[in-house]
């Protein structure tokens, strides 16, 4: 392999005596280290789990509408113009709601 590229790269003092100590040990240059570990290592990559932005914007927006029917719900019984247990039955179906949407959104991140 012909040699004939430079690279300058910076590293900390504690990374520049690890790879001294390392490449001593087995007994090669620093850069000799450096090439082997190149073409000998595994790198792996980050997977990231991206979900569609539409996806994620509807998701939003339903858990939005969650919640503003949840404060609108709330105006009216402090009005006194609906039932106390009633408000419960649908703050519960609500909360429900956004569970579900909550699981469905990490099921469709997992699944990515």
């Avoid at 100590?21 to 990231?48: H, P, Q, W, Y």
């Avoid at 991206?50 to 949840?70: G, L, S, T």
């Avoid at 039932?83 to 039955?89: A, G, I, K, L, S």
């Amino acid at each position: 392999m012909i040699k004939n590229e430079n690279i300058k790269f910076r590293i900390s003092a504690d990374l520049k005596a690890l790879l001294k100590e390392k490449a001593s040990r087995v007994g090669i240059s620093e850069s000799e280290f450096i090439r082997k570990s190149i073409l000998n290592s595994e790198i792996v990559m980050k997977v990231t789990k991206e979900i569609d932005p539409q996806i994620r914007f509807n998701f939003y927006r339903a858990a939005k509408n969650i919640n503003q029917i949840a404060k609108a719900l709330n105006v009216i019984v402090k009005r006194d113009q609906i039932d106390r247990n009633f408000q419960t039955e649908i703050l519960e179906n609500l909360f429900k709601n956004e569970q579900l949407l909550n699981q469905i959104y990490n099921l469709l991140k997992e699944s990515k």
